[in-house]
Protein backbone atom coordinates (compact mmCIF):
# COMPACT_ATOMS: atom_id res chain seq x y z
CA UNK A 1 0.00 0.00 0.00
CA UNK A 2 0.98 3.44 -0.45
CA UNK A 3 0.62 6.50 2.15
CA UNK A 4 1.34 9.82 2.05
CA UNK A 5 1.37 11.59 5.55
CA UNK A 6 0.97 15.40 6.41
CA UNK A 7 1.27 16.17 10.09
CA UNK A 8 0.83 19.57 9.86
CA UNK A 9 -2.72 20.55 9.53
CA UNK A 10 -1.64 24.19 9.53
CA UNK A 11 1.63 26.53 9.39
CA UNK A 12 2.03 30.01 9.51
CA UNK A 13 5.28 32.18 8.63
CA UNK A 14 6.47 35.66 8.87
CA UNK A 15 6.40 37.45 5.79
CA UNK A 16 10.27 37.06 4.36
CA UNK A 17 11.10 34.24 6.75
CA UNK A 18 11.60 30.54 5.62
CA UNK A 19 9.12 27.65 7.04
CA UNK A 20 9.67 23.95 6.27
CA UNK A 21 6.26 21.43 5.59
CA UNK A 22 6.70 17.84 6.36
CA UNK A 23 5.78 14.89 4.69
CA UNK A 24 6.10 11.30 5.28
CA UNK A 25 5.31 8.66 2.53
CA UNK A 26 5.54 4.69 2.31
CA UNK A 27 5.82 2.59 -0.81
CA UNK A 28 6.86 -0.61 -1.98
CA UNK A 29 7.84 0.61 -5.57
CA UNK A 30 11.60 1.04 -6.38
CA UNK A 31 11.13 3.71 -8.71
CA UNK A 32 8.50 6.55 -7.62
CA UNK A 33 8.29 10.56 -7.52
CA UNK A 34 7.09 12.92 -5.67
CA UNK A 35 5.36 15.78 -5.89
CA UNK A 36 4.56 19.14 -3.94
CA UNK A 37 1.34 21.12 -4.88
CA UNK A 38 -0.25 23.86 -4.12
CA UNK A 39 -3.93 24.66 -3.80
CA UNK A 40 -4.69 28.53 -3.43
CA UNK A 41 -8.43 29.73 -2.91
CA UNK A 42 -9.22 29.86 -5.93
CA UNK A 43 -8.39 26.23 -5.90
CA UNK A 44 -6.30 25.31 -8.71
CA UNK A 45 -3.62 22.91 -8.02
CA UNK A 46 -1.07 24.46 -9.22
CA UNK A 47 2.75 22.16 -9.48
CA UNK A 48 5.61 23.73 -6.77
CA UNK A 49 8.23 20.93 -7.16
CA UNK A 50 8.91 17.58 -8.29
CA UNK A 51 11.94 14.53 -7.39
CA UNK A 52 12.91 12.16 -8.81
CA UNK A 53 13.17 9.18 -5.62
CA UNK A 54 16.23 8.07 -7.97
CA UNK A 55 17.84 11.07 -7.73
CA UNK A 56 19.93 12.15 -4.31
CA UNK A 57 20.46 15.73 -5.29
CA UNK A 58 17.39 17.99 -3.97
CA UNK A 59 15.04 19.68 -6.47
CA UNK A 60 14.74 23.45 -6.28
CA UNK A 61 12.81 25.86 -7.63
CA UNK A 62 13.54 29.33 -7.36
CA UNK A 63 12.21 30.26 -3.40
CA UNK A 64 10.91 26.15 -3.28
CA UNK A 65 13.61 23.54 -2.35
CA UNK A 66 12.78 19.90 -0.83
CA UNK A 67 14.76 17.60 1.58
CA UNK A 68 14.62 13.91 0.77
CA UNK A 69 15.80 11.73 2.82
CA UNK A 70 14.79 8.42 0.71
CA UNK A 71 15.52 6.12 3.85
CA UNK A 72 13.42 7.67 6.01
CA UNK A 73 11.14 8.30 3.61
CA UNK A 74 10.72 11.83 4.27
CA UNK A 75 9.88 14.68 1.92
CA UNK A 76 9.91 18.09 3.49
CA UNK A 77 9.13 21.44 1.22
CA UNK A 78 11.36 24.48 2.67
CA UNK A 79 9.82 28.22 1.49
CA UNK A 80 12.59 30.88 1.68
CA UNK A 81 11.90 34.22 1.95
CA UNK A 82 7.62 34.03 2.21
CA UNK A 83 5.65 36.16 0.22
CA UNK A 84 1.98 36.60 0.78
CA UNK A 85 1.06 34.53 -2.66
CA UNK A 86 2.82 31.44 -0.95
CA UNK A 87 -0.80 31.43 1.52
CA UNK A 88 -2.59 28.49 0.03
CA UNK A 89 -2.72 24.59 1.14
CA UNK A 90 -0.06 22.66 0.13
CA UNK A 91 -0.31 18.88 -0.61
CA UNK A 92 2.47 16.64 -0.67
CA UNK A 93 1.80 13.61 -3.44
CA UNK A 94 3.31 10.28 -4.35
CA UNK A 95 3.35 9.04 -8.09
CA UNK A 96 4.18 5.42 -8.90
CA UNK A 97 5.03 3.19 -11.66
CA UNK A 98 2.07 1.27 -11.82
CA UNK A 99 -0.87 3.54 -13.35
CA UNK A 100 -1.17 6.73 -13.31
CA UNK A 101 -2.62 7.27 -9.65
CA UNK A 102 -1.13 9.79 -7.30
CA UNK A 103 -1.93 9.33 -3.58
CA UNK A 104 -2.09 12.47 -1.77
CA UNK A 105 -1.46 13.70 1.72
CA UNK A 106 -4.36 15.66 4.12
CA UNK A 107 -2.65 18.77 3.17
CA UNK A 108 -1.08 21.67 5.07
CA UNK A 109 -2.39 25.08 5.20
CA UNK A 110 -0.13 27.64 5.19
CA UNK A 111 -0.43 31.52 6.55
CA UNK A 112 1.35 34.36 5.41
CA UNK A 113 1.64 36.60 8.16
CA UNK A 114 2.52 40.59 6.87
CA UNK B 1 -0.25 26.27 -24.50
CA UNK B 2 -3.74 26.16 -22.79
CA UNK B 3 -3.98 24.81 -19.41
CA UNK B 4 -6.73 21.86 -18.96
CA UNK B 5 -10.06 23.20 -18.91
CA UNK B 6 -13.36 21.92 -17.27
CA UNK B 7 -16.73 22.78 -17.40
CA UNK B 8 -19.01 23.68 -15.94
CA UNK B 9 -17.14 25.00 -13.17
CA UNK B 10 -20.29 24.48 -10.59
CA UNK B 11 -23.56 22.80 -10.75
CA UNK B 12 -26.15 22.43 -8.21
CA UNK B 13 -27.96 19.17 -8.20
CA UNK B 14 -30.47 17.15 -6.54
CA UNK B 15 -30.46 13.63 -5.09
CA UNK B 16 -31.22 10.99 -7.53
CA UNK B 17 -30.90 12.89 -10.43
CA UNK B 18 -27.42 12.52 -12.64
CA UNK B 19 -24.47 14.75 -13.72
CA UNK B 20 -21.64 14.46 -16.28
CA UNK B 21 -18.58 16.39 -15.79
CA UNK B 22 -15.87 17.35 -18.63
CA UNK B 23 -12.52 17.12 -18.90
CA UNK B 24 -10.28 18.72 -21.69
CA UNK B 25 -6.43 17.83 -20.97
CA UNK B 26 -3.13 20.04 -22.24
CA UNK B 27 -2.72 19.41 -26.10
CA UNK B 28 -0.50 16.12 -26.25
CA UNK B 29 -1.28 14.63 -22.99
CA UNK B 30 -3.04 11.20 -23.28
CA UNK B 31 -3.50 10.67 -20.01
CA UNK B 32 -6.59 12.32 -17.98
CA UNK B 33 -7.12 11.23 -13.76
CA UNK B 34 -10.13 11.91 -12.11
CA UNK B 35 -10.13 13.12 -8.58
CA UNK B 36 -12.69 14.13 -5.58
CA UNK B 37 -11.64 16.38 -3.03
CA UNK B 38 -13.57 16.79 0.41
CA UNK B 39 -12.57 18.58 3.95
CA UNK B 40 -13.66 15.20 5.33
CA UNK B 41 -11.65 12.65 2.62
CA UNK B 42 -9.34 14.85 0.84
CA UNK B 43 -7.99 13.52 -2.20
CA UNK B 44 -9.49 10.85 -3.68
CA UNK B 45 -8.53 8.84 -6.96
CA UNK B 46 -11.66 8.30 -8.74
CA UNK B 47 -9.97 6.85 -11.88
CA UNK B 48 -7.40 7.10 -14.72
CA UNK B 49 -7.71 6.95 -18.73
CA UNK B 50 -5.20 6.41 -21.45
CA UNK B 51 -5.86 5.86 -25.00
CA UNK B 52 -9.38 5.79 -24.33
CA UNK B 53 -9.18 3.29 -22.26
CA UNK B 54 -9.83 3.16 -18.52
CA UNK B 55 -6.43 1.58 -16.56
CA UNK B 56 -6.82 2.10 -13.20
CA UNK B 57 -9.74 2.86 -10.73
CA UNK B 58 -10.11 3.84 -7.30
CA UNK B 59 -12.25 3.01 -4.95
CA UNK B 60 -15.74 3.86 -5.44
CA UNK B 61 -19.31 2.69 -6.15
CA UNK B 62 -20.65 2.07 -9.76
CA UNK B 63 -22.42 5.18 -10.11
CA UNK B 64 -19.06 6.59 -10.86
CA UNK B 65 -18.31 6.24 -13.88
CA UNK B 66 -15.51 7.51 -16.90
CA UNK B 67 -14.68 7.63 -20.56
CA UNK B 68 -12.46 9.41 -22.31
CA UNK B 69 -12.69 10.05 -26.53
CA UNK B 70 -10.44 9.74 -29.46
CA UNK B 71 -9.05 13.31 -28.74
CA UNK B 72 -8.51 12.62 -25.33
CA UNK B 73 -10.80 14.57 -24.03
CA UNK B 74 -12.97 13.20 -20.89
CA UNK B 75 -16.31 12.95 -19.54
CA UNK B 76 -17.41 11.48 -15.51
CA UNK B 77 -20.89 10.64 -14.95
CA UNK B 78 -22.56 9.96 -11.41
CA UNK B 79 -25.91 8.80 -11.71
CA UNK B 80 -28.46 8.98 -8.54
CA UNK B 81 -26.45 11.27 -6.74
CA UNK B 82 -26.67 11.34 -3.24
CA UNK B 83 -25.64 14.50 -0.48
CA UNK B 84 -22.31 12.81 0.13
CA UNK B 85 -21.22 13.24 -3.70
CA UNK B 86 -20.91 16.92 -3.25
CA UNK B 87 -17.30 18.37 -3.63
CA UNK B 88 -14.90 19.09 -5.58
CA UNK B 89 -13.79 16.92 -8.65
CA UNK B 90 -10.89 17.53 -10.27
CA UNK B 91 -9.54 16.17 -13.15
CA UNK B 92 -5.72 15.89 -14.04
CA UNK B 93 -3.49 15.38 -17.63
CA UNK B 94 -0.29 13.83 -18.21
CA UNK B 95 1.88 13.17 -20.80
CA UNK B 96 1.94 9.29 -19.91
CA UNK B 97 0.47 6.98 -17.65
CA UNK B 98 2.62 6.17 -15.54
CA UNK B 99 3.51 7.77 -12.31
CA UNK B 100 6.35 9.36 -13.15
CA UNK B 101 4.85 11.95 -15.22
CA UNK B 102 3.52 15.53 -13.84
CA UNK B 103 -0.23 15.51 -13.78
CA UNK B 104 -1.48 19.48 -14.71
CA UNK B 105 -5.13 20.25 -12.74
CA UNK B 106 -7.77 22.21 -14.32
CA UNK B 107 -10.01 24.20 -12.11
CA UNK B 108 -12.53 21.93 -10.91
CA UNK B 109 -16.13 21.48 -10.99
CA UNK B 110 -18.06 22.04 -7.52
CA UNK B 111 -20.81 20.17 -7.66
CA UNK B 112 -23.43 20.63 -4.85
CA UNK B 113 -26.25 18.14 -4.36
CA UNK B 114 -29.30 18.82 -2.45
Known amino acids: AQTVTQSQPEMSVQEAETVTLSCTYD???????LFWYKQPPSRQMILVIR??????QNATENRFSVNFQKAAKSFSLKISDSQLGDAAMYFC???????????FGTGTSLTVIP | KAGVTQTPRYLIKTRGQQVTLSCSPI?????VSWYQQTPGQGLQFLFE???????NKGNFPGRFSGRQFSNSRSEMNVSTLELGDSALYLC?????????????FGPGTRLLVL
Open chain 2, 92 to 104: ASSLDRRGQETQY
Open chain 1, 27 to 33: TSESDYY
Open chain 1, 51 to 56: QEAYKQ
Open chain 1, 93 to 103: ALGGDTGNQFY
Open chain 2, 27 to 31: SGHRS
Open chain 2, 49 to 55: YFSETQR
